[in-house]
């Protein structure tokens, strides 16, 4: 199955177009956990579980394993998922790009070694260092377009011709880069009026949207500005307001409270916009 088939049906499922984002922080973790063997992986069980049931997908974060050493961690986190979430998609979120021969191996982590359904790529480097992820045709390929950081005027505002580049990796996403159907976008909460005009150039290309909650992107923004006719299209990405809404041993109880309560918000805001 297509990873976009598979995304609609996890809209569909569970009515939710919420991703939880899985950013371990060993350091802020709750105390107790550090007496369990795997304590990465026993955080990130305990989230899931608890909020499976509101989300489209879920988004681990790489570095964050990595730093740790525990990229073992990170695989048996994705392999709960798949046995007991199995309608849930895995986005792995590492933001590759390379040369072609390096891309190849980046593209074999991503959905041989860890066994994601998608994977964030840079599109920096060129076509050429997409194809190996391009070519993975069931797999979901979600390219950096216009980041949530502040930052992201410096280089994605620079113009060529009189067109912005996020405007222009847009339309190369949605004309040149989408034959096999399995191409997204990275768009930030934090920049609502862009992601409005990224919309109206890629049509339904669904769009994943970090940036509400820590980073302040306003849901109803989000919501006006990129949902499709249908109310769906977007994957709204939250981490630390789930992950770290409590600290105690009822942490994945308050992880499950703050991701229901940001997942009602979304689904109000889509029904006002019908």
Not at 179 to 202: D, F, H, K
Not at 256 to 267: G, H, P, S, T, V
């Amino acid at each position: 199955m297509k990873f976009a088939q598979r995304l609609a049906r996890a809209w569909a499922a569970g009515n939710t177009l919420l991703c939880v984002g899985l950013d371990p922080d060993p350091a802020r973790l709750p105390k107790h956990l550090a007496a369990v063997g795997n304590p990465i992986f026993e955080f990130g069980r305990a989230i899931v579980d608890a909020t499976a049931d509101l989300v489209c997908a879920f988004k681990p974060q790489i570095a964050y394993y990595a730093a740790a050493r525990a990229e073992t961690e990170l695989e048996m986190t994705i392999a709960h998922i798949r046995r007991h979430h199995p309608g849930i998609p895995v986005i792995l979120d590492a933001k590759r790009g390379d040369i072609g021969s390096t891309a190849v191996m980046y593209a074999r982590e991503a959905f041989e070694r860890y066994q994601a359904d998608a994977v964030t790529v840079n599109p920096y480097l060129g076509f050429d260092a997409l194809v190996p992820f391009l070519n993975c045709q069931d797999k979901g390929v979600i390219v950096l377009c216009r980041t949530s950081n502040p930052g992201a005027r410096d280089v994605q505002d620079l113009e060529s011709n009189g067109r912005k580049l996020y405007q222009l990796i847009a339309e190369k996403a949605a004309r040149d880069w989408n034959a096999n159907g399995n191409v997204l976008l990275v768009v930030g909460a934090t920049y609502p009026e862009e992601l409005a005009e990224i919309r109206a150039i890629v049509g339904d290309m669904p769009i994943l949207v970090p940036g509400v909650g820590t980073q302040g992107g306003d849901v109803a923004a989000v919501i006006a500005n990129g949902a499709t006719a249908d109310g769906t299209g977007l994957i709204i990405s939250t981490s630390r307001a789930v992950l770290y809404a409590g600290s105690g041993e009822d942490y994945a109880e308050a992880a499950r409270a703050a991701a229901q309560k940001l997942r009602d918000e979304i689904n109000s805001c889509r029904k006002a916009g019908r």
